[in-house]
């Protein structure tokens, strides 16, 4: 992304703060591992929306004051010992070049910062990004610094910035979505070389082993989420990740996976015999999958409410369930369509957006009906990620084979 891009998300921002407020938002920490070990860094989705900084303990503080917008980032101070061990720390040129945020300065100056603005002048409000999935998840920074600040000044008020960056992110700029289109086609190249090298009695981690190779070679620095290889039954279960069960002869395996490009993801899933031969019973159940991947596709547009994506996949799963002499009443579905059809799509794999809403042009999502037939051993999901364009839609995954005669085709040839 170029810093044109994060400028404009930060003026976006700010104009909808309340005047005299302070933003703060929090890069974060690399979680605790084990002995000296931490997890993988990775940055809050919010920050680097405004910044594109990926660094952590990096601290981004806006303030509006009489109409006034002011922007400063906080970094840490080079060390020159543990350079030598762990490279050095991010300095103020880089900052600037990146986020566009004229004004840097040092972490261990940010509190007497802050506590300097509140001194000095009247803010009334303090926004962060204070988003809580779960009441047992660890406290984040955000969230500790937000309790002490509530200590410490009592008469500003405290306000969660999470939903109105949410509203941003759920519309995609150009850069954006041509972003999510390299993660595709690094997730498409993947998925072929899957397909290409799969054969009955591999290991489950063995397939998985190819895209991992690929995703490797293209520099991909992590995947979008752990990656679903499972055969068989294993298919039926939604969030299946053991990854470590053989692959029979008339197996299906589902892999639903992505790669993750600038921090922004791909979602595909594809089901394909691990033989190269559909039975006439999975062609069966494929097809009705892939006709309602394709008919909620077709009613994606602009106006349509999000929630009826989903009321089309399961109008279309459930009379294709009947047919198969699955079910004899809709209310009997939920045996075997137990999820939502869509999710959206972008710096997170399951990303920010209101779902109680009509889309919009620039909205990503995307299309994911299954059928999940655990007494045939028959686990079927077909995934595609979508554009909401000014006048339809666009499938994004559009070149990644999923009919049952390309599959077929494509795995007849491999060597």
């Known amino acids: ?151 410490k000044y009592p008469y500003v008020e405290i306000k969660n910035i999470f939903h109105t960056i949410s509203d941003l992110r759920t519309i995609k700029d150009k850069e954006e979505i041509e972003t999510i289109r390299k993660a595709i086609e690094i997730t498409k190249d993947g998925l072929e070389a899957m397909m290409k090298n799969s054969k009955s009695g591999m290991m489950e981690y063995q397939i998985e082993a190819y895209f991992d190779y690929v995703l490797t070679s293209e520099g991909v620095k992590d995947k979008a989420f752990k990656t679903i290889a499972a055969a068989g039954k294993n298919g039926t279960i939604l969030h299946y990740s053991e990854n470590n069960s053989r692959c029979e002869e008339n197996d299906l395996v589902l892999f639903d996976l992505g790669a993750q490009c600038q921090y922004y993801n791909a979602d595909i899933t594809r089901t394909f015999p691990v033989s190269g031969q559909f039975t006439e019973r999975q062609k069966q159940v494929y097809n009705v999958v892939l006709k309602a991947n394709d008919e909620v596709a077709k009613a994606v547009k602009p106006g349509i409410p999000f929630t009826e994506l989903n009321e089309i996949a399961k109008r279309v799963l459930s009379e294709g369930c009947k047919e198969l002499g ?18 959206f799509l972008g710096l997170d794999t399951h990303d920010v957006g209101e779902r109680e809403q009509k889309l919009k042009p620039g909205m990503v999502f995307t299309n994911e009906p299954g059928l999940y037939i655990s007494e045939e051993n028959i686990g079927i999901r077909i995934e595609d990620d979508i554009l909401v364009t000014e006048d339809g839609c666009e499938i994004l995954s559009k070149d990644i084979i999923k009919t049952v005669e390309e599959i077929e085709n494509f795995m007849a040839r491999k060597s």
Do not use: C
């Open 1 to 151: 992304m170029k810093q044109e891009f994060y400028i404009k998300n930060r003026k976006s921002l700010s104009d909808r703060l309340e005047d005299n407020s302070i933003l703060i938002l929090f890069a974060g920490k690399a979680p605790y591992k084990s002995a000296d070990e931490t997890y993988q860094f990775t940055p809050n989705r919010n920050f680097y929306y405004l910044t594109g900084i990926d660094r952590e303990n990096i601290v981004l503080i806006i303030t509006k004051r009489n109409a006034v917008v002011s922007e400063k980032i906080f970094i840490e101070e080079s060390d020159p010992v543990m350079a030598r061990w762990v490279g050095e720390k991010m300095n103020e040129i880089e900052a600037k070049q990146i986020s566009g945020v004229v004004e840097v300065d040092y972490t261990k100056n940010f509190l007497d910062y802050f506590s300097s603005l509140l001194s000095r002048f009247q803010y009334n409000n303090i926004y962060l990004d204070i988003e809580r999935q779960h009441w047992k998840i660890p406290m984040t920074e955000a969230q500790s610094f937000a309790k002490l600040a509530r200590e």
């Open 326 to 343: 699955l079910i004899k009443e809709e209310s009997e579905l939920f045996k075997y369509y137990f999820h939502g059809v869509s999710h």
